[in-house]
């Protein structure tokens, strides 16, 4: 027997194609139906089109807030560095001074001085402030001890030193302090 690849195929495609006339049917429409359907038909292709423009736009926004965002995090510390650089500036002053002119250590230290306390104040307007630890009991949420000391005059656990300030930007700790404690001498059998 001898096939024929062709006619199969057009065979196969005319089967379908009378499936698919039999599950056709014929459905009858008054005309007002017709135009109900007409207008539905319409007010989909609106509401489509609707939907597509607000995910276009939001797709838009989504974008751009992300833009403002990476922005936003690129230049945050702009005012921060902007009054850093003022201080930066009475340094680089102070060590030409002392250079140029052999000014009196009195003097330069005075000036040093000044810019510390410009410096301090500008961490301050920025929420910064050291964190107080000599003489407190010891928190790990803001002390780090680093060594303990033998002390019967304070309490146990208490900060006899502080060897690094630690600082809090916002009630937030930064940088916690690096602390002497004090614990009860051992006693000697």
């Known amino acids: 027997m001898i096939f024929n690849m062709g006619e199969e195929k057009k065979n196969h495609a005319n089967g379908k ?4 006339k039999k599950l056709e049917k014929t459905v009858s429409l008054s005309e007002a139906e017709y135009l109900v359907l007409k207008e539905q038909a319409a007010k989909a292709e609106e509401y489509k089109d ?3 423009r607000l995910q276009a736009d939001f797709d838009n926004s989504r974008k751009r807030i992300e833009k403002d965002r990476q922005d936003y995090i690129k230049f945050a510390n702009e005012g921060l560095i902007a009054d850093l650089l003022n201080v930066l500036d009475d340094l680089e002053r ?18 040093v001085e ?12 920025h929420g910064v402030k050291p964190i107080e630890a000599e003489g407190k009991p010891f928190d ?13 005059d304070k309490p146990e656990h208490t900060v006899a030193e502080e060897l690094q300030k630690g600082y809090m930007l916002n009630d937030r700790v930064i940088r916690t302090s690096k602390v002497k404690v004090t614990k009860k001498p051992e006693q000697k059998e």
């Open 114 to 125: 000044m810019i510390l306390a410009h410096l301090y104040q500008t961490l301050k307007n």
């Open 140 to 152: 790990p949420n803001y002390h780090e001890a680093l060594m303990q000391v033998d002390d019967q």
């Open 17 to 20: 194609k009378e499936e698919v």
């Open 94 to 111: 102070a060590v030409d001074l002392a250079e140029t002119k052999h000014q009196d250590l009195p003097a330069f230290l005075k000036g």
């Open 50 to 52: 609707k939907c597509l």
